[in-house]
C-alpha cells in the first residue's frame, strides 16, 4: 500500500458515530500526501473516499476540498464523473462552488439538476442540490 492509499485509509477510519471524519487526521494526511509529492494523480482517489461515504462531514471545506481545489482546471472532469456515479455532500457542495467561480456552469447546473431528480441519491444529498438549484437560479 503506498502512502497515498494509507492516508486516505487513515481518513477512512478517523470518520466517527457521528459520521465525521476527523479534522486533525484530514490535515495531517493531506500534509503526508502533499509531502510524498502527490499532485492531481490524487484527486481521483480522494473523490472516491467522498463516494464511499456520501453522507459523512469531511468539513467547510476542509484540508481535502482545499488539496483538490489547488488543481484548478484539472480536477473538474474528475469531479463531476464522481458526483456523476455517486452524489456525496461534499462534491455536490464542490460543484456549487465552481459554479460560483464560474467553471463550468451550464455544465454542473444540469449535474445538480439530475442528481435532484435521482430516486437511487439520499434524501438529504438531493435536497441540497435542490438548495443549490434555487440558489443559482435566483442569483
Known amino acids: ?15 466517527d458515530e457521528y459520521n465525521e471524519a476527523d479534522t486533525l487526521v484530514m490535515y495531517d494526511s493531506m500534509e503526508a500526501i502533499a509531502k510524498e509529492g502527490y499532485k492531481s494523480e490524487a484527486v481521483e482517489p480522494l473523490l472516491q473516499l467522498f463516494e464511499r461515504h456520501p453522507t459523512a462531514y469531511f468539513g467547510d471545506p476542509g484540508a481535502i476540498v482545499h488539496f483538490i ?20 455532500d461534499t462534491t455536490v457542495w464542490m460543484l456549487n462552488r465552481c459554479i460560483n467561480a464560474g467553471a ?18 439520499d434524501a438529504s444529498i438531493k435536497e441540497r442540490a435542490q438548495e443549490y438549484l434555487d440558489f443559482q437560479t435566483n442569483r
Open 104 to 121: 463550468h456552469t451550464e455544465e454542473f447546473i444540469g449535474i445538480l439538476k439530475e442528481i435532484a431528480g435521482r430516486a437511487d441519491v
Open 69 to 88: 481545489e489547488q488543481f484548478g482546471g484539472e480536477y473538474e472532469n474528475y469531479l463531476a464523473a464522481s458526483v456523476k456515479r455517486t452524489p456525496a
Open 1 to 15: 500500500m503506498d502512502i497515498l492509499e494509507q492516508e486516505i485509509a487513515k481518513i477512512e477510519a478517523s470518520i
